[in-house]
């Protein structure tokens, strides 16, 4: 939805004081729950995420089960307390439409035909929210399903672009996205540049949907820098306790 509201000033300077390329501040975590087969906390901005990987597994009930390759079920769910007027508890539609999404775009990259019958969980819990939760979630659940040590052809990141008073910008944050005149959503894989989610709400020109898009992207490609170094992190500490 369009507004008057001064989202960026003529200076290119932001609410936040970011400018138009600028990421909010990311950290990642791998590893945070034990009784989890993967794990990943991160928080980006305002948000927290926290996801917990499970499997692969045999698939239950049994007609459920794919012969030929695993099933990757993502559920994304926000808390009661994630926003400012109290959600209710469960899903709804929302909810319902970003873990379908998220689980076809994590199916693109995990070795699948690997767990045939069997499937792998990955449950995505919002606490905290500002904007660009799907994005979030979708680039702590790579981290995870790595923790996990489920193979997979490359570590999924994801990030938004989008327009607010005429300007495509990246990484919306919570009044750009709510006062903005675009947002654009994209998952890649960094290795080969395949898209992996990509949504639009609002309205771009064919020449701002491009620049958005290729913001988008290099933004990924920082965030994957990012996921590598928590991953790296964990096992570097764990290589130092086993030296001690």
């Known amino acids: 939805m369009k507004s008057d509201i001064e989202l960026i000033t003529s200076e290119g300077k932001r609410l936040d004081g970011r400018g138009p390329e600028d990421i909010r501040k990311i950290k990642i975590e791998a590893g945070v729950l034990h009784r989890a087969d993967g794990s990943c906390y991160l928080e980006w901005g305002g948000n927290k995420v926290l996801v917990a990987v499970y499997g692969p597994r045999e698939a239950v009930p049994r007609h459920t089960q794919n012969p030929l390759r695993a099933i990757v079920q993502a559920r994304y769910n926000m808390a009661a307390f994630s926003v400012e007027d109290r959600k209710r508890p469960g899903p709804d539609r929302r909810s319902v439409e970003i873990s379908k999404v998220i689980?076809?775009?994590?199916?693109?990259?995990?070795?699948?035909?690997?767990?045939?019958?069997?499937?792998?969980?990955?449950?995505?819990?919002?606490?905290?929210?500002?904007?660009?939760?799907?994005?979030?979630?979708?680039?702590?659940?790579?981290?995870?399903?790595?923790?996990?040590?489920?193979?997979?052809?490359?570590?999924?990141?994801?990030?938004?672009?989008?327009?607010?008073?005429?300007?495509?910008?990246?990484d919306l944050g919570k009044e750009e996205d709510n006062f903005g005149d675009a947002d654009l959503p994209v998952a890649i894989s960094p290795r080969t540049g395949e898209v992996l989610?990509?949504?639009?709400?609002?309205?771009?020109?064919?020449?701002?949907?491009?620049?958005?898009?290729?913001?988008?992207?290099?933004?990924?490609?920082?965030?994957?820098?990012?996921?590598?170094?928590?991953?790296?992190?964990?096992?570097?500490?764990?290589?130092?306790?086993?030296?001690?």
């Open 197 to 244: 989610l990509l949504q639009m709400d609002g309205h771009l020109t064919v020449d701002e949907f491009n620049q958005a898009f290729d913001l988008a992207v290099k933004g990924c490609h920082a965030v994957s820098e990012i996921q590598k170094k928590a991953v790296m992190h964990k096992y570097q500490a764990i290589a130092a306790e086993v030296q001690e």
């Open 103 to 170: 689980s076809e775009a994590l199916e693109k990259v995990i070795l699948t035909e690997q767990f045939p019958r069997a499937t792998v969980n990955v449950n995505i819990e919002v606490l905290d929210a500002e904007a660009g939760t799907r994005c979030a979630g979708l680039t702590a659940a790579g981290v995870a399903l790595i923790d996990a040590g489920i193979p997979m052809r490359d570590i999924p990141v994801a990030i938004a672009a989008g327009k607010i008073n005429g300007q495509v910008v990246l």
